[in-house]
């Protein structure tokens, strides 16, 4: 079987399919025109959230049988026409678990005390100590929009460090000890910081708008390490600028890159250019799931 890896997976993950003689090109950079041009001649294709697989690549893609993406989120891939080509989609979903929770938690800390902006006026030769008086996190409220795999495990780690940990979803999960299930305008109105984890949808595209955010109590902070174009930014930035939001902390973005965000003339928006499963744990996760995959797969 011919395999296209068209994004980065570890060295480790290549070498485990060349081992098991599935025949592995490695093109990490390849752009979009290139894709097109070569796709016809695998049967598999490797992604993760950097290659997009719609329509034409499909087109273009005679022999191609299965897609694997090493992630979460399948937003990259038109899976209902992959399906109908008959191309089989599969993804590594519990891989990057661990690693998202802990940036979520990174930056619950990194709102309730003001590090990265600290770090900014220290390197400027400034000793701003006043400015950057900041909060505790244990005895707020969490509330985690989602409880999914990375939603519950951010709950887990929250409720650890004292906090209450609020959950809605729109589908009912076992109990878990760490986190009440809450209805939505409950969760919205009591929690002083808000996580986000949903997958991107019709139906949660923009879901945290204006309105969402009027119904959130007056210096929420929210922070977003699920996917882009959940959250409305223009109304975040307006929320931002009027206080009713006191801090963002983001890792994706509805463009990425993003391209001249208001969000970022903003002290108190911070973020990171979607890097929640990049740590060399999830890497390794990722790269072997995505080799166990294909080598089942063949
Ligand atoms: P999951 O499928 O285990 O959980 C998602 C949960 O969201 C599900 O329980 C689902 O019922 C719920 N949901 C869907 N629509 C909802 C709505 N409108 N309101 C409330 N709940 C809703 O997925 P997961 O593994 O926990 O991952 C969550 C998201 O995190 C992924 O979809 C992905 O986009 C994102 N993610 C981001 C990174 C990153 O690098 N920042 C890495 C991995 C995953």
Not at 60 to 84: H, S
Not at 207 to 216: G, H, P, Q, T, W
Request: hydrophobic share 45%.
């Amino acid at each position: 079987m011919k395999v296209l890896v068209c994004d980065s997976i570890s060295a480790r993950a290549v070498e485990r399919m060349r081992q098991a003689c599935l025949e592995v090109d490695v093109q990490d950079k390849i752009t979009a025109e290139e894709l097109l041009q070569v796709i016809g001649n695998y049967d598999a294709m490797v992604v993760r959230s950097r290659t997009k697989v719609r329509k034409p690549v499909l087109d273009a893609a005679a022999k191609l049988k299965v897609i694997v993406r090493g992630g979460v989120g399948v937003d990259n891939i038109d899976i209902d026409y992959a399906q109908a080509q008959g191309v089989r989609v599969l993804n590594t979903p519990g891989a990057s678990t661990d690693s998202v929770a802990e940036l979520t938690v990174g930056y619950l800390f990194a709102l309730a005390r003001p590090i990265v902006q600290a770090t900014i006026s220290l390197k400027a030769g400034k000793w701003e100590k006043k400015k950057f008086h900041g909060a505790e996190i244990q005895g707020k409220t969490l509330g985690v929009i989602g409880t999914g795999r990375i939603g519950k495990a951010v709950a887990r780690r929250a409720a650890a460090v004292g906090m209450k940990v609020l959950g809605y979803d729109v589908v009912a999960s076992e109990p878990v000890p760490y986190l009440t299930v809450t209805p939505l305008d409950e969760l919205l109105a009591q929690s002083d910081y808000i996580t986000l984890h949903i997958p991107l949808l019709e139906s949660t595209h923009h879901l945290v708008d204006a309105d969402l955010i009027a119904r959130m109590k007056d210096g929420v902070r929210i922070i977003h390490c699920g996917r882009g174009g959940v959250i409305d930014e223009d109304a975040l930035y307006d929320a931002l600028v009027a206080g009713k939001v006191a801090g963002a902390a983001l890792d994706v973005f509805e463009i990425e890159p993003p391209k001249d965000s208001k969000l970022f003339t903003l002290e108190q928006m911070i973020g990171s250019p979607h890097v929640g499963a990049s740590t060399k744990e999830a890497t390794a996760r990722i790269g072997d799931e995505v080799a166990e995959l294909l080598i089942a797969f063949e």
